[in-house]
Each structure stands twice: as C-alpha cells, then as structure tokens.
C-alpha cells in the first residue's frame, strides 16, 4: 500500500492571502526570517488579514538560513507561552522549515531532536494547532511537504526531519510574493525545484501520481525559469506554481543523494555556506550520470518528454549537458572548486562526509545502492570537475 500526502486545500493565483481572513481560531503564532516580507509590505497584510478573521497574532520573527535546533527549541517555548491554535509559518524554506520543528516540540516538549531524525516516527500533531504556510521563493516546496531540513551546528549536519505528520494544512502559493526575488536566488530555488522534480521521477518509489507532476513540472521549469531569472514576471508566476508541483512529488515519492550530499556539505566547510539550491544544482549532472550507470531508463523517459533523441545513455548526456548550461546561463558553479572550497579543507573532510551522506533520510530511495566510498569518490570528481566515468 502506497500513500499520497498534500495539503487539505492549496490556495493560488492573484490576492491568495486574502483567505488569511477567513480563518478560524483565536490565536496564530506568525513564524518568519530576515527582513524582506516586512521590507516589501507582505507582512503587515498577513498578520492584518489574520486580525480581520478576529485571531490574536504574535511574530516570532528573525529565524536565519538553515535553522539551527536552537532556533527550533526556543520558538517551541514561545508557542507554549502563547498557546496558539494556528501557525502560520510565512518565507521561504528555513522559516516554513524551522516553524515544522517548532509545531513538533510545541505539541510535544518532551521530544528529542534525535528520534526525529529517524522518518517517519513522529508523533501524533494537531492536538493543540493547525499548521499554515505561505511560501515566498520558488524552490523549496515546503510549503506542501512532510519534510523540513534543521542544521545541527555542533556537527555541522542538516537533517531532513520526514514524516507526514508535518505536512501542512494549508498551502497559500501567492505569486506576488516570489516577484521580490534577486536573479541569483531565483536561480538557486529554481534549480532546487528541477532537482525535486528528477530525484522524484527517478527514485525507487514512483507513483502514477508523482511520475505525473514529476514530468510536468520538469518541463515547466526548463521552459520559465531562465525568462524568471531575467526578470519576467508571467514566468516567475509560472516557477512558483511549478516549485510547488515538485513538492508534492518529492513529498510522497522522496528524492536522492543530490540531496544528501547537499545537506551534508552546505555547512561543512570553513569557506561559506554553500545554498542549499547551488548545491543541487552543482550536483544534479554528475549525479545523474551517476545513477546512470545502474539504470539510464527513467532518465531517458524524462528527455523523451523534453524532446530529446536517442538511447537512455545518450539522453543522460544531453539531459547533463541542458543542465549544465542553465547552470552556466544563471552564473552557478561547475564544482565545489570553483564555487571557492579550499582544496586542503575538501580532503580532511570528505570521508565524513559521505558517511554522513550514506546515513541522510534521502540516500534510501536514490535509484542506485551507495556506499561511503562511492560517495566519496563521486565527491571528489565533483569537486575537480571530472567526468563521472563509474
């Protein structure tokens, strides 16, 4: 028996946080990061469209990229003080994600961060409140997912915590919202949304449901995310409707070790964090090809349905090569080398690495069997920029 998990109801299009005002309950807790939602006005009509449906509203604002179990815990303990029956988590993924958690230890204070980390063993939610997220880029998903990604900065590892527990209960995909985006995060979030989309068509557990917005939303993305990244504002709409596609995928079908090896590495090394979405789409090709090796097939469906000729293997070089160029067209790095890893720092820490990534929640249903030494061979080659020939 297979499950498909979404929202109860995903609300879109023009002037979609006008259904803030038509919520019921007495108190939302408002969870939201840095300073653009309240820079570009997008606040101030969240929590007054809130007010208007008669709920008390209190922020807990600042929640910084990649939320730390810190920040998780200390938000739980604001939601026990003001007991809210709503939470309304409003950005992009690290404030949708970090609010995730704190519903967890909100609902359930005595919970320890390390049995989350196991999927699919959470405890029971909504004893005490509903979970609403708005989203503001187009990447993440987050704001249809059982998944939220929480970094340990002690270890330096992001977990992806996954249980369909967390999913929320209302989606509000405003496009209004992603118009305020730089390129670079367009290109970033617009690349973590292709990679959700592929790691869900290609994974060991595809469903007639997925493999549908899977290869929809692949196509979609191809097709408006560089006029996005310029500027367009029809294709922007488009991106951030498609990112939310591939978040239903991802959601029920999982991923892949682009994503393993994207959490274990974006705060692994002394030179900067490395975006979440940067990551993936540095390692999307090579791991592609990667997979290939095991079973070209599903990657041959999905250039079959771009319009691409040839055997699967064939189809895997050029699907490669498309990525690599809209990399290149949206200024994103070919490798960890180039995107500014010191070359000393990617040697010590490698093996750790990928055992780390051998043990993320996403390796599980990567289309080819993984050990820590293959990854961290396959590391190596993306670091240098190797072609992958294993």
Request: charged share 25%; glycine share 8%; net charge negative.
């Amino acid at each position: 028996m297979q499950r498909f998990t979404v929202p109860r109801d995903v609300y879109f299009g023009e002037n979609a946080l006008d259904y803030l005002k038509e919520l019921d309950g007495k108190k939302a807790m408002v969870v939201v990061g840095g300073g653009s939602m309240k820079r570009f006005g997008f606040l101030d009509t969240i929590v007054n469209n809130i007010k208007e449906a008669g709920l008390e509203v209190e922020l807990i604002e600042g929640v910084e990229p990649d939320p730390s179990v810190t920040t998780v815990k200390n938000g739980a303990k604001k939601m026990e003080e003001f007991e809210p029956d709503w939470i309304v988590a409003v950005g992009g993924g690290s404030p949708i994600d970090a609010a995730k958690g704190m519903w967890i230890f909100y609902e359930h204070p005595d919970a320890k961060f390390e049995d989350l980390t196991t999927p699919f063993s959470f405890p029971k939610l909504r004893n005490k409140a509903k979970f609403l997220a708005i989203t503001s880029t187009s990447g993440t998903g987050t704001e249809v997912t059982a998944f939220s990604v929480i970094t340990d900065y002690d270890t330096g590892i992001k977990w992806p915590l996954a249980d369909f527990e967390i999913t929320p209960d209302v989606a509000i995909v405003d496009p209004a919202l992603a118009q305020t985006m730089p390129p670079k995060l367009v290109a970033y979030t617009g690349m973590d949304a292709l990679t959700h989309a592929i790691e869900a068509y290609v994974g060991l557990i595809p469903q007639p449901f997925t493999d549908a917005l899977a290869l929809d939303t692949i196509q979609r993305i191809f097709k408006d995310i560089y006029p996005s990244f310029n500027g367009d504002e029809k294709a922007r709409e488009e991106m951030h409707y498609s990112q939310c596609m591939a978040g239903m995928a991802f959601s029920n079908a999982l991923l892949g070790i682009v994503h393993s090896l994207a959490h274990k590495t974006g705060a692994a090394f002394s030179t900067g964090h490395i975006p979440h979405g940067c990551a993936n789409a540095i390692y999307l090709p090579y791991v592609i090809k990667f997979n290939s090796y095991a079973d070209a097939s599903r990657y041959g469906n999905i250039g079959r349905f771009l319009g691409m000729e040839g055997t699967d293997d064939e189809i895997v070089n050029q699907l490669c090569d498309l990525i690599r160029s809209y990399n290149k067209k949206m200024n994103i790095p070919a490798t960890l080398k180039e995107f500014g890893v010191l070359e000393e720092e990617f040697n010590e820490k490698v093996a750790d690495i990928a055992a780390h990534a051998q043990e993320d929640a996403c390796t599980g249903t990567n289309p080819r069997k993984t050990n820590p030494q293959l990854l961290e061979k396959l590391l190596t080659y993306i670091y240098h920029g190797k072609e992958i020939d294993f």
